[in-house]
T-cell receptor, first 115, second 115 residues
Framework: AQTVTQSQPEMSVQEAETVTLSCTYD???????LFWYKQPPSRQMILVIR??????QNATENRFSVNFQKAAKSFSLKISDSQLGDTAMYFC????????????FGGGTRLMVKP | KAGVTQTPRYLIKTRGQQVTLSCSPI?????VSWYQQTPGQGLQFLFE???????NKGNFPGRFSGRQFSNSRSEMNVSTLELGDSALYLC??????????????FGPGTRLLVL
């Protein structure tokens, strides 16, 4: 079974600054995906970024980028130029590839962006 | 393209009753997964359906069941409701299995309160 751990229950950052959210996971699989999802107060779960484990290049999506360290089983999310709209819960999630669409989530990190 | 829709958005039931939640996936998506979100247990996978077949099931009692129709719409049913079933129920859809099509997109959720 896979486990996903987010060690920072809460974080805060000033608007326009950079913040990094941590995620570690445990798996014996070699072929998998990692995701970051954002859940704002509306509770709508929004996909932020996706990383395929076989790709060494770190994924980026505009102000969002990841630092994927496969050997260390670490998958952190960096948010640059933080905006007030980035205030949300952020969930790291793991999914085995080609084994059914089942996400295993971490406990989440509550991010507050301060003006 | 319209996103994932879930109905109803809010529901209040009493212990012992049963409830049916509905999910319409993004057009063209054939896989639907269900998750339960509670403050205590976080986000937990319930089950996944693809082509009207349940492919994966999480660790939930038999009171939780689901089905998928030929148009990919899915329903989940909870019988003999317990107080602990109060949660946000999230539905997610994806294109299908394999070849990078597994990325899941979430609906707004159904908030169930059991009294």
């Amino acid at each position: 079974a896979q486990t996903v751990t987010q060690s920072q229950p809460e974080m805060s950052v000033q608007e326009a600054e950079t913040v990094t959210l941590s995620c570690t996971y445990d798996t014996s699989e070699n072929n998998y995906y990692l995701f970051w999802y954002k859940q704002p107060p509306s509770r709508q779960m929004i996909l932020v970024i996706r990383q395929e484990a076989y790709k060494q290049q770190n994924a980026t999506e505009n102000r969002f980028s990841v630092n994927f360290q496969k050997a260390a089983k670490s998958f952190s999310l960096k948010i640059s130029d933080s905006q007030l709209g980035d205030t949300a819960m952020y969930f790291c999630a793991f999914m085995k590839r080609n084994a059914g669409n089942m996400l295993t989530f971490g406990g989440g990190t509550r991010l507050m962006v301060k003006p | 393209k319209a996103g994932v829709t879930q109905t109803p958005r809010y529901l209040i039931k009493t212990r012992g009753q049963q409830v049916t939640l509905s999910c319409s996936p993004i057009s063209g998506h054939r896989s639907v997964s269900w998750y339960q979100q509670t403050p205590g247990q976080g986000l937990q996978f319930l089950f996944e359906y693809f082509s009207e077949t349940q492919r994966n099931k999480g660790n939930f009692p038999g009171r939780f069941s689901g089905r998928q129709f030929s148009n990919s719409r899915s329903e989940m049913n909870v019988s003999t409701l317990e107080l602990g079933d109060s949660a946000l129920y999230l539905c997610a859809s994806s294109l299908g299995p394999g070849n990078g099509q597994e990325t899941q997109y979430f609906g707004p959720g159904t908030r169930l309160l059991v009294l």
